[in-house]
């Protein structure tokens, strides 16, 4: 009882605090103008969409303009007027003045972005992964590295159990490897040379989290989910894929970690500028 109230409570508290509509929507007007960040409209009508799904109407607006003028999107008469009628319900008066400008289409779907997530529920016979591979070298180890790259050890420790169970040398059916089953893009993206070699293996797989805490603002559902399902499935979701070995990673994660949002860092490297070579201490 006492796992499941607190696997209960990380969902609420992402729920309730996690996703703020008004900083979403900050964020995406600054990606979308490319206002102290590299301009990247797809991000920025991902995030536009996720404020939208929260009810905000500066975002369904947002959104509905990209959509009417096919500005990094795929133009859609339809769903623009669905999100332009949203946000006139709230009193927007652009959205309502956007209305007479394009044929009425109430029977149009909203962006597929829209959609409520499906609840994420817990699974009472769903293994969770102990940490009893975790030799006391390699927690040390994870105890010395994470702190470098500003993510919390207990976090690391979470997903390298998910992940590989401890064992530096898995490979996945997909060619992940190692501790952090790093596959060869990822490895090469951050300057992992061996993926088997347990200090490369853990720095890349850090380096790659730490960029997607930055990249969700650390939301650690949206970031595990990137993890497991990559980024651009999470964008092109607006939320967590509906992928069974996703939501069933989300949900190990909430039981093993149970934090809904982690710090992140504005130094986030996308991929590491120059090849390393890290020798491994004996």
């Given at each position: 009882?006492?796992?499941?109230?607190?696997?209960?409570?990380?969902?609420?508290?992402?729920?309730?605090?996690?996703?703020?509509?008004?900083?979403?929507?900050?964020?995406?007007?600054?990606?979308?103008?490319?206002?102290?960040?590299?301009?990247?409209?797809?991000?920025?009508?991902?995030?536009?969409?996720?404020?939208?799904?929260?009810?905000?109407?500066?975002?369904?607006?947002?959104l509905g303009w990209m959509l009417a003028n096919g500005r990094g999107v795929a133009r859609d008469d339809g769903q623009a007027w669905r999100l332009f009628s949203l946000a006139a319900e709230q009193g927007?008066?652009?959205?309502?003045?956007?209305?007479?400008?394009?044929?009425?289409?109430?029977?149009?779907?909203?962006?597929?972005?829209?959609?409520?997530?499906?609840?994420?529920?817990?699974?009472?016979?769903?293994?969770?992964?102990?940490?009893?591979?975790?030799?006391?070298?390699?927690?040390?180890?994870?105890?010395?590295?994470?702190?470098?790259?500003?993510?919390?050890?207990?976090?690391?420790?979470?997903?390298?159990?998910?992940?590989?169970?401890?064992?530096?040398?898995?490979?996945?059916?997909?060619?992940?490897?190692?501790?952090?089953?790093?596959?060869p893009t990822t490895a090469l993206r951050f300057c992992v040379r061996d993926a088997f070699d347990a200090e490369q293996n853990l720095r890349g797989g850090l380096a790659y989290l730490r960029w997607l805490?930055?990249?969700?603002?650390?939301?650690?559902?949206?970031?595990?989910?990137?993890?497991?399902?990559?980024?651009?499935?999470?964008?092109?979701?607006?939320?967590?894929?509906?992928?069974?070995?996703?939501?069933?990673?989300?949900?190990?994660?909430?039981?093993?970690?149970?934090?809904?949002?982690?710090?992140?860092?504005?130094?986030?490297?996308?991929?590491?500028?120059?090849?390393?070579?890290?020798?491994?201490?004996?």
């Amino acid at each position: 009882m006492r796992l499941l109230a607190a696997v209960a409570a990380s969902l609420l508290a992402h729920a309730a605090g996690a996703q703020n509509a008004a900083t979403l929507f900050d964020q995406a007007q600054r990606l979308e103008h490319g206002e102290g960040v590299a301009q990247d409209m797809g991000q920025a009508a991902a995030l536009y969409c996720r404020a939208a799904r929260l009810g905000a109407a500066e975002a369904q607006y947002a959104l509905g303009w990209m959509l009417a003028n096919g500005r990094g999107v795929a133009r859609d008469d339809g769903q623009a007027w669905r999100l332009f009628s949203l946000a006139a319900e709230q009193g927007h008066a652009a959205g309502a003045r956007m209305l007479q400008l394009l044929p009425a289409a109430p029977g149009a779907e909203l962006p597929a972005c829209m959609a409520p997530e499906p609840a994420l529920q817990v699974d009472t016979a769903l293994p969770v992964p102990d940490y009893n591979g975790a030799t006391p070298q390699l927690r040390a180890l994870v105890d010395r590295l994470a702190p470098q790259y500003e993510i919390d050890p207990a976090l690391a420790l979470a997903i390298i159990a998910i992940e590989s169970g401890f064992n530096r040398t898995a490979v996945s059916p997909k060619d992940a490897r190692g501790l952090m089953q790093l596959i060869p893009t990822t490895a090469l993206r951050f300057c992992v040379r061996d993926a088997f070699d347990a200090e490369q293996n853990l720095r890349g797989g850090l380096a790659y989290l730490r960029w997607l805490l930055a990249r969700f603002h650390g939301d650690v559902t949206l970031a595990a989910a990137a993890y497991n399902a990559g980024e651009g499935a999470v964008e092109q979701y607006g939320g967590v894929p509906p992928y069974q070995e996703t939501r069933a990673y989300v949900r190990r994660l909430g039981q093993l970690y149970g934090k809904a949002s982690h710090p992140t860092s504005a130094g986030a490297a996308e991929r590491c500028v120059r090849q390393v070579v890290i020798r491994t201490r004996r």
